[in-house]
């Protein structure tokens, strides 16, 4: 997920204030300290322009 947000220019600030949720919450999903829910997946799918499973890579 963090190189898709990168290669889209966005902050981890940026992406989790679109998809309503903490930068706190967005870091620990990218780090993997935490799965989401499959609703807050769809939400930063659709904020990066890309499928859920582009992003569990």
């Known amino acids: 997920m963090m190189v898709r947000r990168t290669q889209k220019g966005?902050?981890?600030k940026?992406?989790?204030?679109l998809c309503g949720i903490t930068r706190s919450y967005l870091s620990k999903i990218e780090c993997g300290h935490f799965e989401p829910s499959w609703d807050v997946w769809l939400k930063i799918a659709k904020v990066l322009e890309c499928q859920v499973q582009d992003l569990k890579q």
């Open 10 to 12: 966005m902050s981890i």
């Open 14 to 17: 940026q992406v989790a204030e």
